[in-house]
Protein backbone atom coordinates (compact mmCIF):
# COMPACT_ATOMS: atom_id res chain seq x y z
CA UNK A 1 0.00 0.00 0.00
CA UNK A 2 2.72 2.24 0.91
CA UNK A 3 4.43 1.45 -2.19
CA UNK A 4 1.45 1.95 -4.81
CA UNK A 5 0.70 5.57 -2.59
CA UNK A 6 4.87 6.78 -3.01
CA UNK A 7 4.66 6.37 -6.50
CA UNK A 8 1.32 8.08 -7.12
CA UNK A 9 2.34 11.04 -4.60
CA UNK A 10 5.99 11.55 -6.31
CA UNK A 11 3.69 11.16 -9.83
CA UNK A 12 1.54 14.42 -8.62
CA UNK A 13 4.19 16.28 -7.42
CA UNK A 14 5.88 15.93 -10.79
CA UNK A 15 8.86 13.74 -9.88
CA UNK A 16 10.25 10.54 -11.42
CA UNK A 17 12.26 7.90 -9.18
CA UNK A 18 15.24 6.32 -11.31
CA UNK A 19 15.66 2.99 -9.06
CA UNK A 20 17.78 -0.24 -9.95
CA UNK A 21 18.62 -1.45 -6.86
CA UNK A 22 22.02 -3.37 -5.93
CA UNK A 23 21.98 -6.86 -5.83
CA UNK A 24 23.63 -6.83 -2.69
CA UNK A 25 21.24 -6.84 0.69
CA UNK A 26 24.03 -4.56 2.71
CA UNK A 27 25.99 -1.16 1.45
CA UNK A 28 25.82 2.43 2.23
CA UNK A 29 24.26 4.50 0.22
CA UNK A 30 24.82 8.40 0.22
CA UNK A 31 22.77 10.76 -1.18
CA UNK A 32 23.77 14.02 -2.60
CA UNK A 33 23.48 16.80 -3.22
CA UNK A 34 21.47 17.97 -0.20
CA UNK A 35 20.83 21.43 -0.12
CA UNK A 36 16.89 21.67 1.02
CA UNK A 37 15.04 19.78 3.51
CA UNK A 38 12.88 19.22 0.51
CA UNK A 39 15.46 16.27 -0.28
CA UNK A 40 14.01 13.99 2.55
CA UNK A 41 10.73 13.77 1.69
CA UNK A 42 11.42 13.48 -1.03
CA UNK A 43 13.92 10.78 -0.74
CA UNK A 44 11.60 8.95 1.51
CA UNK A 45 8.47 8.57 -0.74
CA UNK A 46 11.22 7.31 -3.74
CA UNK A 47 12.91 4.61 -0.64
CA UNK A 48 9.26 3.96 0.09
CA UNK A 49 8.12 3.69 -3.85
CA UNK A 50 11.21 0.76 -4.39
CA UNK A 51 9.80 -1.20 -0.34
CA UNK A 52 13.41 -0.08 0.71
CA UNK A 53 13.97 -0.03 4.34
CA UNK A 54 16.95 2.52 4.59
CA UNK A 55 18.61 3.19 8.21
CA UNK A 56 20.07 6.82 8.39
CA UNK A 57 21.37 9.12 11.08
CA UNK A 58 20.15 12.56 11.92
CA UNK A 59 21.42 15.18 14.38
CA UNK A 60 20.10 14.62 17.63
CA UNK A 61 18.34 18.02 17.71
CA UNK A 62 15.54 16.48 15.52
CA UNK A 63 14.40 13.67 17.64
CA UNK A 64 12.43 15.79 19.64
CA UNK A 65 8.52 15.25 20.58
CA UNK A 66 6.59 13.20 18.45
CA UNK A 67 9.40 13.72 15.66
CA UNK A 68 11.19 11.54 17.87
CA UNK A 69 8.94 8.57 17.22
CA UNK A 70 8.56 9.44 14.02
CA UNK A 71 12.07 9.70 13.23
CA UNK A 72 12.75 6.05 15.07
CA UNK A 73 10.10 4.50 13.14
CA UNK A 74 11.32 5.68 9.52
CA UNK A 75 14.83 4.17 10.31
CA UNK A 76 16.77 7.35 12.11
CA UNK A 77 19.54 7.01 14.32
CA UNK A 78 20.30 10.39 16.35
CA UNK A 79 23.79 11.48 16.41
CA UNK A 80 25.42 13.75 18.71
CA UNK A 81 27.63 15.13 16.22
CA UNK A 82 29.64 17.65 19.53
CA UNK A 83 30.83 13.98 20.55
CA UNK A 84 33.04 11.72 19.05
CA UNK A 85 32.30 8.30 20.13
CA UNK A 86 33.81 5.31 17.57
CA UNK A 87 30.96 5.93 15.05
CA UNK A 88 32.75 4.30 12.18
CA UNK A 89 33.09 1.01 14.27
CA UNK A 90 29.39 1.52 15.85
CA UNK A 91 27.80 1.59 12.15
CA UNK A 92 30.23 -1.16 10.73
CA UNK A 93 29.27 -3.62 13.82
CA UNK A 94 25.42 -2.73 11.96
CA UNK A 95 26.26 -4.39 9.31
CA UNK A 96 28.15 -7.12 10.52
CA UNK A 97 24.84 -8.03 13.05
CA UNK A 98 22.66 -7.57 10.37
CA UNK A 99 21.75 -9.76 7.35
CA UNK A 100 20.21 -6.47 4.99
CA UNK A 101 21.17 -3.10 5.85
CA UNK A 102 20.96 -0.09 3.68
CA UNK A 103 23.01 2.59 5.27
CA UNK A 104 22.17 5.85 4.01
CA UNK A 105 23.65 9.49 4.68
CA UNK A 106 24.71 12.73 3.01
CA UNK A 107 28.41 13.25 2.95
CA UNK A 108 28.38 17.09 2.57
CA UNK A 109 26.67 16.67 6.27
CA UNK A 110 24.57 19.63 6.07
CA UNK A 111 22.13 21.59 3.59
CA UNK A 112 24.51 24.61 3.44
CA UNK A 113 27.43 24.89 1.29
CA UNK A 114 30.48 22.84 2.61
CA UNK A 115 34.19 23.03 1.26
CA UNK A 116 34.68 19.12 1.80
CA UNK A 117 32.64 16.04 1.94
CA UNK A 118 32.70 14.12 5.28
CA UNK A 119 34.21 10.98 4.66
CA UNK A 120 32.97 8.63 7.29
CA UNK A 121 30.80 6.75 4.81
CA UNK A 122 33.55 5.89 2.74
CA UNK A 123 35.56 4.60 6.00
CA UNK A 124 32.35 2.65 7.16
CA UNK A 125 31.98 0.80 3.73
CA UNK A 126 35.47 -0.12 3.77
CA UNK A 127 35.07 -0.98 7.81
CA UNK A 128 32.25 -3.23 6.95
CA UNK A 129 33.51 -4.46 3.58
CA UNK A 130 30.28 -2.77 1.50
CA UNK A 131 29.63 -1.39 -1.38
CA UNK A 132 28.94 2.15 -1.96
CA UNK A 133 25.51 2.93 -3.89
CA UNK A 134 25.64 6.34 -4.99
CA UNK A 135 21.64 8.10 -4.56
CA UNK A 136 21.10 11.30 -6.22
CA UNK A 137 18.28 14.22 -6.09
CA UNK A 138 18.27 16.50 -9.24
CA UNK A 139 15.87 19.20 -8.74
CA UNK A 140 16.11 20.61 -12.61
CA UNK A 141 14.72 17.50 -13.99
CA UNK A 142 12.69 16.72 -11.28
CA UNK A 143 14.55 13.01 -10.74
CA UNK A 144 15.39 11.23 -7.83
CA UNK A 145 17.00 7.28 -8.10
CA UNK A 146 20.17 5.28 -7.33
CA UNK A 147 23.33 5.12 -9.50
CA UNK A 148 26.35 3.57 -9.82
CA UNK A 149 27.18 1.21 -7.08
CA UNK A 150 31.23 0.40 -6.29
CA UNK A 151 33.58 -1.56 -3.64
CA UNK A 152 35.61 1.30 -2.36
CA UNK A 153 39.38 0.17 -2.75
CA UNK A 154 40.97 1.99 0.13
CA UNK A 155 42.15 4.41 -2.33
CA UNK A 156 40.27 7.36 -1.81
CA UNK A 157 41.30 9.62 -3.84
CA UNK A 158 40.99 7.02 -6.62
CA UNK A 159 37.60 5.75 -5.69
CA UNK A 160 36.65 10.20 -5.18
CA UNK A 161 37.29 10.44 -8.96
CA UNK A 162 34.56 8.04 -9.53
CA UNK A 163 32.04 9.70 -6.87
CA UNK A 164 32.88 12.86 -8.33
CA UNK A 165 32.35 12.06 -12.25
CA UNK A 166 28.62 10.51 -10.94
CA UNK A 167 27.53 13.51 -9.58
CA UNK A 168 28.67 16.12 -11.96
CA UNK A 169 25.31 16.90 -13.55
CA UNK A 170 22.97 16.64 -10.67
CA UNK A 171 21.81 20.13 -9.14
CA UNK A 172 20.26 20.55 -5.60
CA UNK A 173 17.21 22.56 -5.59
CA UNK A 174 19.59 25.85 -4.24
CA UNK A 175 22.86 25.07 -5.92
CA UNK A 176 24.45 27.79 -4.18
CA UNK A 177 24.52 25.72 -1.50
CA UNK A 178 26.52 23.30 -3.01
CA UNK A 179 30.16 23.12 -2.75
CA UNK A 180 32.97 21.16 -4.30
CA UNK A 181 33.18 17.59 -4.04
CA UNK A 182 36.60 16.80 -2.74
CA UNK A 183 37.91 15.54 0.64
CA UNK A 184 39.93 17.18 3.32
CA UNK A 185 43.62 16.34 2.80
CA UNK A 186 45.40 15.45 6.35
Given at each position: ????????????????????????????????????????????????????????????????????????????????????????????????SRDEMIFGLTPEGTRSRTEYWKTGFYYIALKAKVPICLAYVDFPSRTIGFGKTFIPTGDIDKDFEIIKSFYQDKTGKCPEHQGPIRIRKK
Open positions: MLKVFSKVILKLIGWHADVTLPEEKKYVMIGAPHTTNWDLPIGLLCFWSASIRLTWVGKKQLFIGPFDYLFRALGGIPVDRSVHTGFIDQIAHQFD
